[in-house]
T-cell receptor
Framework: GQNIDQPTEMTATEGAIVQINCTYQTSGFNGLFWYQQHAGEAPTFLSY????GLEEKGRFSSFLSRSKGYSYLLLKELQMKDSASYLCAVRDRYGGATNKLIFGTGTLLAVQP | GAGVSQSPRYKVTKRGQDVALRCDPI?????LYWYRQALGQGPEFLTYFNYEAQQDKSGLPNDRFSAERPEGSISTLTIQRTEQRDSAMYRC??????????FGPGTRLTVT
């Protein structure tokens, strides 16, 4: 079966650091993506991990452990504009095609002053 | 450059009518995807194309849903005999190859 779990909501303070966790159990795995989605807008790509370890990209970092089926997104120096839903997605396999994304329900992050 | 565009942005239709939703991907993007997103949920995969070939349609809910991409660029998602449960945001995405997917603004479908 396909299962991706992430917390429904989180709250953090402006300037702080927040970690959003994602665990997955999927029939196939070919990479894990994080997307940001502001209310009423389209999801936008943040990061991609296919190998174990940490990928850093400015204020955002993402970590992957394939053996544990676990990833996290780390947001540093939080700003009010970071208030959004953060979606974890696993790229599955389907026969020889590998581009299908399976999304979690998203974590709604509220950044408070 | 221009991103993924979708039309119409909003569609209200009566139950039983057919609707066609259009997606214009980023120029040069090989792969095109259709997702459906309910409020407060992540996008749910429907189908995807490489060029004009439909590689995976395992997410289409039933045979009322179909999609095509005849020339490997613009795609149409068609829902026949719409039902109220089809009401949702329908999103299209495209990617250059197997990389990150870029999402369009979506079509909000309401079936009355």
């Amino acid at each position: 079966g396909q299962n991706i779990d992430q917390p429904t909501e989180m709250t953090a303070t402006e300037g702080a650091i927040v970690q959003i966790n994602c665990t997955y159990q999927t029939s196939g795995f070919n990479g894990l993506f994080w997307y940001q989605q502001h209310a009423g807008e389209a999801p936008t790509f943040l990061s991609y991990n296919v190998l174990d370890g940490l990928e850093e990209k400015g204020r955002f970092s993402s970590f992957l452990s394939r053996s544990k089926g676990y990833s996290y997104l780390l947001l540093k120096e939080l700003q009010m504009k970071d208030s959004a839903s953060y979606l974890c997605a696993v790229r599955d396999r389907y026969g020889g095609a590998t581009n299908k994304l399976i999304f979690g329900t998203g974590t709604l992050l509220a950044v408070q002053p | 450059g221009a991103g993924v565009s979708q039309s119409p942005r909003y569609k209200v239709t009566k139950r039983g009518q057919d609707v066609a939703l259009r997606c214009d991907p980023i120029s040069g993007h090989v792969s095109l995807y259709w997702y459906r997103q309910a409020l407060g949920q992540g996008p749910e995969f429907l189908t995807y194309f490489n060029y004009e070939a439909q590689q995976d349609k395992s997410g289409l809910p039933n045979d009322r849903f179909s999609a095509e991409r005849p020339e490997g660029s613009i795609s149409t998602l068609t829902i026949q005999r719409t039902e109220q449960r089809d009401s949702a945001m329908y999103r299209c995405a495209s990617s250059l190859n197997a990389g990150e997917q870029y999402f369009g603004p979506g079509t909000r479908l309401t079936v009355t």
